[in-house]
């Protein structure tokens, strides 16, 4: 039962166009969200998080969108730059006042290759 | 800086053999966390554990066990390995409901 899904397992854009990365989730418990990026042979890395009680966080060229009603959120990277080749996960959180809410539950990730 | 590391960046083992996989943060960190990663899978939590000597079931918890002696340090371990346990496995930690830092990641193949 996969709570947390992104349905595009790749994708590729150019370089300096926006790169939309998407991800759907079930459990309407889930109020906070996080997008990591993860590079091959490394650990992922925390890239940009949004908490259910807002609909947009931004940070420099990431903006990550929150549609509760839709239970969808997307990273948006714009510029898109070669760097940002890399597997993207998002992941999602059980309420901060519940036992266990450090736990993730992450998305299957997708690929994303800038074309230079 | 969060530093987490793993005992081995690639191991080979047989079938049968019991496998450890050593995890160390250096943050004072009091969660940590067991992953692995398969393709079109994405990461399944094992096991974490809130502090020393507790330990919780993650989603995929059967043909691990962890072992959490001190703070600083979260073993995860393969009573009987198989060959589907050949995967990519990943540490993290984390302060309370922070940010999880991950480790660079061991990648095992059971023959």
């Known amino acids: 039962d996969q709570q947390v899904k992104q349905n595009s397992p790749s994708l590729s854009v150019q370089e300096g166009r926006i790169s939309i990365l998407n991800c759907d989730y079930t459990?309407?418990?889930?109020?906070?969200f996080l997008w990591y990026k993860k590079y091959p042979a490394e650990g992922p890395t925390f890239l940009i998080s949004i908490s259910s009680i807002k609909d947009k966080n931004e940070d420099g060229r990431f903006t990550v969108f929150l549609n509760k009603s839709a239970k969808h959120l997307s990273l948006h990277i714009v510029p898109s730059q070669p760097g940002d080749s890399a597997v993207y996960f998002c992941?999602?959180?059980?309420?901060?006042?519940?036992?266990?809410?450090?736990?993730?539950?992450f998305g299957t990730g997708t690929r994303l290759t800038i074309i230079p | 800086d969060v530093k987490v590391t793993q005992s081995s960046r690639y191991l080979v083992k047989r079938t049968g053999e019991k496998v450890f996989l050593e995890c160390v943060q250096d943050?004072?960190?009091?969660?940590m966390f067991w992953y692995r990663q398969d393709p079109g899978l994405g990461l399944r939590l094992i096991y974490f554990s809130y502090d020393v000597k507790m330990k919780e079931k993650g989603d995929i918890p059967e043909g691990y066990s962890v072992s959490r002696e001190k703070k600083e340090r979260f073993s995860l371990i393969l009573e009987s390995a198989s060959t589907n346990q050949t995967s990519m496995y990943l540490c993290?930690?984390?302060?309370?409901?922070?940010?999880?830092?991950f480790g660079p990641g061991t990648r095992l193949t059971v023959l």
């Open positions: 993290a930690s984390s302060l309370g409901t922070d940010t999880q830092y």
């Open positions: 943050m004072d960190h009091e969660n």
């Open positions: 992941a999602a959180s059980v309420g901060l006042s519940n036992f266990g809410n450090e736990k993730l539950t």
């Open positions: 459990n309407s418990m889930f109020d906070y």
